[in-house]
């Protein structure tokens, strides 16, 4: 029952054109403010600072906590989201929970929720699961992440390989 009331929801979305590409931003270059909207005690949120402090430790990163699964969830996430969308300088948002079952990820396949993720301020990453898991935030987010680690690695580039492109150009103006 579940999995068909996923693909009615989807083909909806689908049909009202919010999976579409052209809808899809580009995360920026360099991001000045991330907001990740998760469980503030799970394991997602523990490997996704893990990442961003290993790569980045310069960009500022706001945990908007709220409940990820079970009676309820949907729409504090959607009250989650909204706060993050908020905050001063955020320009990208990871919205997301490690992996469960399709009961566990339901939360994320709420249609309040896909639609307010299809109309965000800012490019929204879905982190929702491990690579075998979708849901519906995945298909109407701007980029979908197989993993919540994966997320976090395609929010920021690495410092050390910043600082190696700009030590190259800087050689190649000084012997130019």
Known sequence: ALQKAFEQLKEKLKMEGLFEAAKKRPLPALPRH????????????????????????????TLVPTIVQGEGSAPQIIEALKKAFQLPNVD?????????????????????????????????????????????????????APTPSAAAELVVKNTGDLISKLQASERLLRFS
């Open 92 to 144: 990208v948002v990871i919205v997301g929970r490690g992996g469960g079952s399709i009961e566990d990820l339901w939360a994320f396949n709420d249609e309040k929720l896909a639609r307010l993720i299809a109309t965000a301020p800012v490019p929204v990453i879905s982190a929702v699961g491990h690579e075998i898991d979708f849901t519906i935030a995945d298909f109407v987010a701007d980029l979908r």
């Open 34 to 61: 991330i907001a990740i909207v998760t469980s503030p005690t799970g394991a997602a949120i523990r490997d996704m600072m893990n990442v961003l402090s290993r790569r980045n430790r310069s960009v500022p990163v």
